[in-house]
Structures are given as C-alpha cells and as structure tokens.
C-alpha cells in the first residue's frame, strides 16, 4: 500500500489528524479513527447516504476497506479554523480509481477538536 501527501502537512496540527485519518482508515486502526471523531459524527456521502455515529462510520470505512486499497494520494489539505478539506485520489486492488473531496468540520478550534461532519465528494474516475 502507498499513501502519498504533501510535504506542508506537518506544520498545523488538524492537517496531522486528517493525513493520520487516512492512514488509520488504509491501516485498518480503528482506535484512531474512534479518538479523532465525535460519538454522533454525520458523513454525508454526498448524492449516496448518510452515515451517523462513529461506529456505523466504521463499519462504513471496513466494507471501502474490504475493496482493497492499492493507493491513496493526497493533492492537497487545507484547513481554516473548525474547518478543512482534503483531496485526492484513492486505487482499489481491482484497479478501480476514484478522485475525492471531503469537507470536515471539527468540534472546536483546539488542536484536540475533534471531527464531527464530513460532507464526502467522489467520482469514480476508472
């Protein structure tokens, strides 16, 4: 598996949690994903469904995760006070490729906030 961002994500602590989030979704680390999000986190996979509650989110990422990941690229990060967007492309095993945006939106502005929606964009590119 490869995960690939860009070299500035080091330098603003919510741009770590959300490179570390894709991570802990590749590497399967659900301890992770469960610290950084809120109980009644909302997804919104926009135009598919609606994802509510942390563990259903879970269960969500695992059936992703089921696919197989090849590879997930980051193009970009850019985060705003309670706010960040993320993205970038992912590469399933069977060669499936799909580009995406996730918009997220954070409990607070601390560094410890943690996330509590997620409006998810994705095209299926292959």
């Not at 961002?5 to 570390?20: E, F, M, S």
């Not at 301890?31 to 879970?58: C, F, M, P, Q």
Request: charged share 25%; proline share 2%; with cysteine.
């Amino acid at each position: 598996m490869k995960i690939t961002y860009p070299k500035d994500c080091g330098n603003a602590p919510k741009k770590i949690t959300l490179v570390n989030l894709y991570e802990a979704f590749a590497y399967c680390d659900e301890k992770y994903i469960l610290e950084n999000t809120s109980n009644e986190i909302v997804w919104d996979i926009i135009g598919k469904k609606i994802i509510r509650g942390n563990n259903n989110v879970i269960s969500t990422l695992n059936k992703y995760r089921d696919k197989g990941i090849k590879e997930i690229d980051i193009i970009n990060v850019i985060t705003h006070g309670n706010i960040a967007s993320v993205n970038g492309n992912i590469i399933f095993d069977d060669k499936t490729s799909y580009s995406f945006c996730d918009i997220y939106k954070f409990t607070g502005f601390g560094k410890n906030a943690k996330i509590k929606e997620v409006s998810s964009y994705v095209i299926k590119t292959i």
